[in-house]
């Protein structure tokens, strides 16, 4: 404190108690901010997530968002874009429910499943603190009640003009209701604004309960007991009905060639991976929705040095038949994620999300050349043809602006 102002305090000129308060309150707040400048912002955000990220997120303030809906990764990318549209408009996402079942077109059939029965809800927020927040319907207070936003569709219904009316409702009139709930159309279908590394932080975040995880790690464990313990080949085969029709209709559509494999077009680009072929025999683990499957041909006309097993072969079909389709998609997509060696088809979102994951764990080892030809955990598009009639080597473009790529599958990928 300046000798000026104890001069002033302790003088004539301030005869009234009132006046000496006010000025030692002033003297304590100009001490304090010189000794404590950074912690001036934290004191007053006690219901505030503050991290690490450098962003904020509102606990009292959440997003409500429809029912989740179609494949295991469809959801997966419709529940991180709910998340980051959470994170856009500062508040907390409201726990969503995830479809067990797998209808399309029927949605009244859809059966739901909540989001906690097929993740972690609590190591969710722990890995993504301060990046984006869950919270549950019990954590509202019903303060002020709930306004309902519609999504906007049609050709109008611009990228754009999206992310004006997401300004609108971050900023306008919406800020001071407790729930703002958007209805209309999956959030699988909503405009993308986000880059693919908010995706990735976001499915990192995403770890599967413990029963799943162990189901998952029964599968992985008989996968290598009959391989002798040796590495394996994950293929996932998209040969089923209802992708065959969906893939020719894409096909005119694209003007390609590149988005359907047949079962025989898939065994002779596998077989000719380099290095694949030179080793012991090799398990192959196909993922395939047997179900949809219109023959159960598919182990048939490998080349001599893989050994192809599928569920009813595994002897693991048990253990999928206990579960949801969701939860069948789940454990496979973890036996085919943590394989030596992936093979998929880059237009298949599921493939696609693997690949995206494994290019992830590649980069956090420090790994520069992904493309190598001894590069740890690699991964195949088969419905693009490479050298000698392989298919041709994988990762994601993690630096891409946006999720499409991912989203709706293309035929540029980064190798």
Same mark, same amino acid.
């Given at each position: 404190m300046s000798s000026s102002l104890m001069k002033l305090m302790g003088g004539g000129n301030l005869n009234s108690l009132v006046?000496?308060?006010?000025?030692?309150?002033?003297?304590?707040?100009?001490?304090?901010?010189?000794?404590?400048?950074?912690?001036?912002?934290?004191?007053?955000?006690?219901?505030?997530?503050?991290?690490?990220?450098?962003?904020?997120?509102?606990?009292?303030?959440?997003?409500?968002?429809?029912?989740?809906?179609?494949?295991?990764n469809n959801q997966k990318i419709a529940f991180a874009r709910a998340c980051l549209t959470a994170r856009m408009l500062n508040r907390t996402l409201l726990m969503p429910s995830l479809s067990a079942s797998l209808f399309y077109k029927e949605v009244d059939l859809l059966k739901p499943i909540s989001f906690d029965k097929v993740f972690q809800f609590d190591k969710f927020n722990e890995l993504c603190s301060g990046f984006v927040r869950l919270g549950r319907y019990s954590d509202l207070t019903n303060a002020t009640g709930v306004i309902e936003i519609q999504k906007g569709s049609g050709r109008k219904w611009t990228l754009e003009r999206d992310l004006d009316h997401l300004r609108e409702v971050k900023d306008g009139s919406f800020y001071d209701y407790e729930v703002v709930k958007i209805v209309g159309k999956n959030p699988f279908l909503w405009h993308d604004h986000w880059p693919v590394m908010d995706y990735a932080k976001v499915f990192e975040c995403l770890v599967l309960v413990d029963e799943i995880s162990r189901e998952a790690d029964r599968v992985v464990s008989m996968i290598r007991e009959v391989g002798n313990n040796d590495r394996y080949v994950a293929v996932h085969m998209r040969v089923e009905?209802?992708?065959?029709?969906?893939?020719?209709?894409?096909?005119?559509?694209?003007?390609?060639?590149q988005?359907?494999?047949?079962?025989?077009?898939?065994?002779?680009?596998?077989?000719?991976?380099?290095?694949?072929?030179?080793?012991?025999?090799?398990?192959?683990?196909?993922?395939?929705?047997?179900?949809?499957?219109?023959?159960?041909?598919?182990?048939?006309?490998?080349?001599?040095?893989?050994?192809?097993?599928? +569920?009813?072969?595994?002897?693991?079909?048990? @253990?999928? /038949?206990?579960?949801?389709?969701? %939860?069948q998609s789940a454990i496979d997509y973890e036996v085919c994620l943590r394989a030596d060696v992936f093979v998929g088809n880059s237009f298949s979102t599921f493939s696609s999300l693997i690949v995206l994951e494994r290019t992830q764990k590649m980069m956090k080892l420090g790994v520069n050349e992904m493309c190598g030809s001894d590069? +740890?955990?690699?991964?195949?598009?088969?419905? @693009?043809? /490479?050298?000698?009639?392989?298919? %041709?080597?994988?990762?994601t473009n993690m630096s891409d602006s946006s999720l499409q790529a991912i989203s709706y599958g293309t035929n540029h990928i980064s190798c």
């Open positions: 006046c000496k308060i006010v000025f030692l309150f002033i003297a304590v707040l100009i001490l304090r901010s010189l000794l404590f400048p950074s912690n001036n912002l934290v004191v007053y955000m006690t219901n505030k997530n503050v991290s690490s990220y450098g962003f904020v997120v509102e606990q009292q303030k959440f997003l409500e968002v429809p029912q989740i809906v179609w494949g295991l009905i209802d992708w065959m029709i969906h893939c020719k209709k894409l096909e005119q559509r694209l003007n390609t060639n988005i359907c494999s047949s079962k025989n077009e898939i065994i002779e680009r596998v077989g000719n991976i380099e290095g694949l072929n030179k080793s012991p025999p090799i398990v192959l683990y196909l993922a395939v929705a047997d179900k949809l499957l219109q023959n159960s041909s598919i182990l048939e006309g490998w080349k001599q040095g893989f050994l192809p097993y599928e +569920k009813k072969k595994l002897g693991v079909d048990r @253990i999928y /038949g206990k579960y949801s389709y969701l %939860v590069v +740890k955990w690699p991964s195949f598009a088969y419905n @693009i043809q /490479g050298e000698l009639n392989g298919p %041709v080597r994988w990762v």
